[in-house]
């Protein structure tokens, strides 16, 4: 007997809105990762087991959880894709876009000056609540608790003084 089955676009909108729902108010991005690779230009690919980052410094509001569509005219990019946001209520949405501002002079505070991880976590709470604004950074080591949903391992990125960088991420389902 031959058997082939798959799951509908309707039980992939159903995980879709789901997994938005749970991420999209208490989402943070975790930096971390001061400790050079054995290769700098080629890190391990993450492990899916993964639970925490190590030596986690820094942590991040994540301002923008969006549903969104791919769209040529949209006005959000990532890779060589545009997308548009849609509501919650837009027909069966398979695409979640995550998107945060990482200011090099608030990490400098920290006494950081490079990074090698970053996770994103969702269900964080603090041992002092911070303020949940754009570009909010705390320090990592006041986090109580955490789920950690994400996690990228890449080259080292340096930071410098007076720059910026947008982290930006797609997730589809």
């Known amino acids: 007997m031959k058997l082939y089955h798959r799951e509908t676009i309707t039980g992939r909108s159903i995980r879709t809105k ?17 400790e050079p690779w054995l290769e700098e230009n080629n890190p391990p690919v993450p492990s899916d087991t993964n639970i925490s980052i190590a030596d986690a410094f820094a942590a991040i509001y994540i301002d923008k959880v969006m549903l969104v569509k791919e769209d040529v005219n949209g006005s959000l990019s990532y890779g060589s894709h545009n997308y548009e946001e849609v509501s919650n209520s837009y027909n069966n949405p398979l695409i979640i876009y995550i998107e945060s501002l990482i200011e090099s002079n608030k990490l400098l505070d920290l006494g950081e000056d490079d990074y090698r991880v970053c996770g994103i976590y969702t269900n964080v709470s603090f041992l002092n609540e911070p303020n949940r604004e754009q570009g909010e950074v705390v320090n990592a080591g006041d986090i109580t ?16 003084q007076n720059e910026s960088e947008l982290f930006k991420f797609v997730k589809r389902f």
């Open 145 to 160: 608790s955490k789920e950690m949903i994400w996690v990228s391992n890449f080259s080292p990125i340096n930071i410098t």
């Open 18 to 34: 789901s997994f938005y729902n749970y991420i999209k108010d208490n989402s943070w991005l975790i930096l971390g990762g001061r």
